[in-house]
């Protein structure tokens, strides 16, 4: 619960609809509450029925445009937004870290990463081919398009604040779609600022609506318009479902990037504090609130103990507090709703029997933080063994042999990233063979680059953002035989 009341608001907050920003002004509003401290630090107006109609017809009239704007010039105003994100980068990451708590080190590179996801975009979206194909009979002409789906309804939480907008706007504009965003509630500015780079790069008004409200009415509001073609949730399993029930019923398109439970494999004949230190960095990045986060860490039973320890060791000295301050290297987690679920994650592995090597607890308060913990030896009933627990925990247990740990692997409903150290290279070529995940990191946790699809397989969703499949995902194929 909040605790406090800023003095100052951090940010503008408001709806982006037909090209205007708009205020409260007798809509509901909600609080926005700074995660590192409990203070409400502003007030976000939620879009009414009427707004949304505004937003749909709005959608419907910036598709006609912006599709017919060639893609040459798209591009050109997408690269000045780009531009503009890295102008405003100072500005933009403290925004992101007062309302997502994400240390400041971290939204810089969140802001860097948006602007080159704009410029993929705006490059990619000139290379839309289509193609002719050889004839059948003389004088017919057999050809292909590729052509933009429609207006997107795109759903962003607020785990990357900037760089899930930037993905979700980007692939709709590349591609020549008009697009409604609802980024989460959660972190708003964000969000709009974003769109405002678009705007004063020079996007026509209609082509971007930015609202916020109850996340369920409004996609359950939007899904049921026939304008929309499109959706692209990035989010929980259980609500992909309900949006793909929703998306089914109007036969929609939808890109559905939801949750993991990265397993990490590290082999006996690795440099094994360098793998640590590569672990530990990416374990607590955003404080565990990664969807691509590694999470069962399966280390060969003769390094097992030197890895155990040497992880505690590094987990113990990770600098906690409000992201703003430059030492942190982790803040606290959204909201106190995370906070109590991974409480309850980590008190079921304790009675399941797993040891607690460090962390297990809340830290100070205000602020939602919770200790950079790690467990060992848990064993495969206790629930942090089998859901996502997106929070500052990592499992740790050993195996003995190739073919028992790749079972473990797998077994999972999960399919979104999977990593794995070692120095043999026929134990990387079959990592790469056998492992069920969209991305598969070999002695590496870098798997997104711009021009790399983002996307997972199972329960994980489908489809990827960015890259060429991340265009293709908002364009449909059109065949034209002439004769
Ligand atoms: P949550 O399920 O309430 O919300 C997660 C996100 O989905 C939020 O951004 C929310 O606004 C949105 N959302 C929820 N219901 C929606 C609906 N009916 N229509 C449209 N959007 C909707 O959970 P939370 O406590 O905020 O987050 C925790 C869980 O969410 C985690 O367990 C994790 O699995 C998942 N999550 C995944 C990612 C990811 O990158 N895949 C990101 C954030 C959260």
């Known amino acids: 619960m909040a605790t406090q009341v800023a003095t100052t608001t951090y940010a503008d907050l408001g709806l982006f609809i037909g090209g205007k920003w708009l205020g ?3 809509r509901q509003i909600s609080p926005v509450i700074n995660p590192a401290t409990e203070e409400v630090i502003g007030t976000l107006p939620c879009a009414s029925t009427a707004d949304l109609d505004h937003a749909l017809a709005a959608a419907e009239q910036g598709f006609k445009a912006w599709r017919a704007i060639f893609p040459d010039e798209r591009g050109r105003i997408m690269k000045r937004a780009a531009d503009l994100l890295r102008e405003r980068k100072e500005e933009i990451a403290r ?3 007062t309302e997502s708590g994400k240390v400041i080190h971290e939204t810089r590179i969140e802001v860097m990463m948006s602007a080159n996801i704009f410029e993929w975009y705006a490059e990619e979206g000139r290379r839309a081919y289509g193609r002719v194909l050889p004839q059948r009979a003389p004088g017919t002409r057999l050809t292909i398009v590729k052509e933009p789906v429609g207006p997107v309804a795109a759903f962003a939480p607020w785990n990357f604040p900037l760089g899930n907008p930037a993905r979700k706007i980007g692939a709709a504009l590349g591609a020549g779609c008009s697009v409604i965003l609802k980024p989460a509630e959660e972190t708003p500015a964000s969000g709009l600022a974003v ?3 678009l705007v004063d790069a020079g996007l026509p008004p209609n082509v971007l609506a930015i609202v916020y409200g109850v996340p369920a009415e409004i996609s359950s509001y939007l899904l049921a318009s026939p304008i929309i073609r499109k959706i692209s949730f990035t989010g929980s399993i259980p609500v992909g479902k309900q949006l793909m029930k929703l998306a089914a019923e109007g036969m929609k398109r939808t890109t559905m990037e939801l949750g993991g439970h990265a397993p990490v494999l590290v082999f006996d004949d690795v440099d094994v ?10 374990k607590y990045r955003n404080a565990g609130q990664v969807c691509v986060s590694p999470t069962r860490f399966y280390v060969h039973e003769k390094i097992y103990g030197k890895f155990v320890e040497g992880f505690t060791e590094r ?4 600098p906690v507090g409000n992201g703003l301050e430059e030492k942190n290297k982790m803040g606290p987690l959204i909201h106190a709703r995370r906070l109590a679920a991974i409480e309850a994650f980590v008190d079921d592995a304790r009675k399941s029997g797993a040891k ?4 297990g607890a809340r830290l100070r308060s205000p602020g939602y933080f919770y200790s950079p913990t790690v467990l060992s030896d848990v064993p495969d009933k206790a629930r942090i063994m089998n859901e996502e627990p997106f929070g500052p925990v990592a499992v740790i247990n050993p195996f003995s042999d190739f073919d028992s740990v790749m079972k473990q692997a797998n077994k999972l409903p999960y399919g979104l990233a999977a990593f794995a150290f070692t120095n043999s290279s026929r134990t990387v070529k079959l990592l790469g063979e ?3 995940a969209g991305m598969v990191g070999l002695n590496t946790y870098a798997i997104s680059v711009p021009e790399s699809p983002f996307g997972g397989m199972k329960e994980s969703g489908h489809g990827s ?3 060429i499949e991340g265009l293709e995902a908002c364009l449909v194929t059109k065949f034209i035989s002439e004769a």
Do not use: H, M, N, Y
């Open 273 to 282: 504090d360098k793998v640590l230190d590569a672990s530990v960095t990416a």
């Open 24 to 26: 409260a002004g007798g």
């Open 95 to 97: 925004i992101a870290t």
């Open 315 to 318: 987990a113990k000295a990770v």
């Open 195 to 197: 769109a405002r780079c």
């Open 356 to 359: 607690v090597e460090t962390g």
């Open 465 to 467: 953002e960015e890259g």
């Open 434 to 436: 056998q492992l069920e």
